[in-house]
């Protein structure tokens, strides 16, 4: 059996962040040189939201500019990458064979949950995508569920890349673009990091009960919940690295998380 392919969990920020290139946009493009190169990549992104698991079938997925009141530039850029019909079958399968409800759309495109990322780590567009919807009614366990049922596409050379926000409070945001972070934010994102770290994923997964700021910091719980796909898509050993490149406006921890433990080349930050 080939190396299982690494595990990715980013917080994809404001869509402007690709107009303002720092610390995160460089974190993702060195995670995009120095990961192994995936077959494809699955991506479930806090802006599609369905009722039970959709996967998009789509050949040539659209870009969706799903958004408002940006500069302009923002909704010139395109990412033209092929879709994954093949990738969607075997997400349909394996949760179907997990006792987990999926449904098929065949003309969604990505959301800037998914491109905005993408677009730096892979800015060829060349590596198939495909979107699985998550279900914010459902909570964080049933999203660990999906995760799990979906463990074994990381055998088969797929990135499963989780994009939401460790932090998601727009009464948090400094719209001015300056100042510290927030401490509030700052401290729910080592909050978090200190959970993972420990790998306690039963506390948090109980989250808005365990921290005392989970709930300002998701005052709705989608951003988060891509978090919990990652943790249930990790063997119950393997502890993510955590990458900690800005606050952007403040308040939105730009924190990533990577789970590599069979990894070919394991990837280490650069100094």
């Known amino acids: 059996m080939s190396?299982?392919?690494?595990?990715?969990?980013?917080?994809?920020?404001?869509?402007d962040v690709l107009l303002r290139p720092?610390?995160?946009v460089a974190l993702w493009a060195d995670l995009g040189r120095r990961l192994p190169r995936p077959r494809a990549i699955l991506v479930v992104s806090a802006h599609w939201a369905a009722r039970q698991p959709t996967v998009s079938t789509v050949s040539v997925p659209a870009t969706i500019h799903d958004f408002g009141g940006f500069p302009e530039p923002l909704y010139a850029m395109e990412y033209p990458a092929p879709g994954a019909p093949d990738v969607a079958a075997r997400v349909r399968d394996a949760l179907v064979a997990a006792g987990l409800p999926c449904a098929e759309v065949p003309d969604r495109g990505l959301d800037h949950g998914a491109w905005i990322p993408l677009k730096a780590m892979y800015p060829a567009a060349d590596i198939p995508v495909v979107q699985l919807a998550l279900q914010p009614h459902a909570g964080p366990d049933w999203h660990r569920r999906i995760g799990t049922a979906l463990r074994g596409?990381?055998?088969?050379?797929?990135?499963?890349?989780a994009s939401g926000a460790i932090t998601h409070n727009f009464g948090w945001l400094d719209w001015s673009g300056g100042g510290e972070p927030l401490p509030q934010a700052k401290a729910f994102a080592d909050w978090v990091g200190a959970a993972v770290a420990r790998n306690d994923r039963p506390t948090l997964l109980e989250y808005r009960r365990q921290s005392p700021l989970g709930a300002a910091a998701h005052p709705s719980e989608e951003h988060l919940l891509p978090l919990f796909v990652t943790l249930g898509a990790a063997d119950p050993d393997e502890i993510a690295l955590r990458l900690e490149p800005e606050f952007t406006y403040g308040g939105l921890a730009m924190d990533a998380y990577l789970w590599q433990?069979?990894?070919?080349?394991?990837?280490t930050p650069e100094p």
């Not at 392919?5 to 404001?14: D, E, I, K, R």
């Open 3 to 15: 190396a299982r392919h690494p595990l990715l969990f980013v917080s994809h920020g404001a869509p």
């Open 22 to 24: 720092a610390a995160t």
């Open 153 to 161: 596409l990381r055998d088969e050379g797929v990135l499963i890349l």
């Open 261 to 267: 433990k069979d990894s070919i080349i394991p990837y």
